[in-house]
């Protein structure tokens, strides 16, 4: 994986959005996730997701191309919002979990969370409270804020609400029950705490290092 195609960049190809290969078998991120868990929300959510954005936006091409009334154009943008919102969160999610046991947050990540949190624990409560503090379906993210260059965690909301513009994504732990059910049914404090034990951190430092570069230019 070099610096500029990391997995979640693969989402888009051809004119069209794509559902990229899991970047593992979808047994191998046991013991946080069983199979049948990673195939149903690979091979179907989010597969509904890259579908939903696709028609969203062709409706959008339409309107433009006056096929379809300009008053349709509001609600095909909600829809684009919600699906490709979901499409390219989940891209990011298989690449925020590591099928190998990390350390934990190393190099400008590990000195960015201690800076902006205080220590790897009070990233742990910050992430830990967002996470469960999210109201119905949604998804815990850690990234940098565009301003102050800090990191912070967003509770997302359904794929699109509660966002910051110009936020950089670099982990992103599912909520929505479907992420975890079948094994936690509803504990989703324990999922969140065995995702945060398989997180990939090696992925999100390349990421934080990315963006670092790309704000620098
Ligand atoms: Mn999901």
Redesign the pocket.
């Known amino acids: 994986m070099d610096k500029k195609t990391c997995h979640c960049c693969k989402g888009y190809a051809d004119g069209s959005y794509v559902l990229p290969p899991l970047p593992y078998e979808a047994d191998a991120l046991e013991p946080l996730l069983d199979v049948r868990t990673v195939n149903t929300?690979h091979d179907r959510?989010?597969a509904a997701y890259v579908a939903g954005a696709n028609a969203a936006a062709e409706t959008l091409r339409k309107v433009a191309g006056n096929v379809y009334d300009e008053a349709v154009a509001s609600s095909a943008m909600r829809k684009l919002a919600f699906n490709l919102g979901g499409h390219i969160l989940?891209c990011l999610?298989w690449d925020s979990i590591s099928p190998e046991k990390q350390d934990g947050p190393t190099g400008a990540l590990a000195d960015a969370i201690q800076a902006d949190f205080g220590s790897y624990d009070g990233f742990l409560r910050v992430f830990r409270g967002v996470a469960m503090g999210v109201q119905g379906s949604g998804w815990a993210v850690l990234g940098r804020e565009r301003l102050s260059k800090r990191l912070t965690v967003l509770g997302i909301e359904k794929h699109q609400d509660i966002l910051l513009p110009g936020f950089k994504p670099l982990l992103a732990c599912?909520v929505?029950e479907?992420?975890y059910y079948l094994r936690y049914l509803n504990n989703r404090a324990g999922y969140v705490d065995a995702f945060l034990r398989q997180a990939n951190w090696a992925a999100a430092l390349k990421k934080l290092e990315r963006h670092t570069h790309e704000q620098a230019r």
Do not use: G, R, S
């Open positions: 929300h959510h989010h989940h999610y599912d929505w479907h992420a």
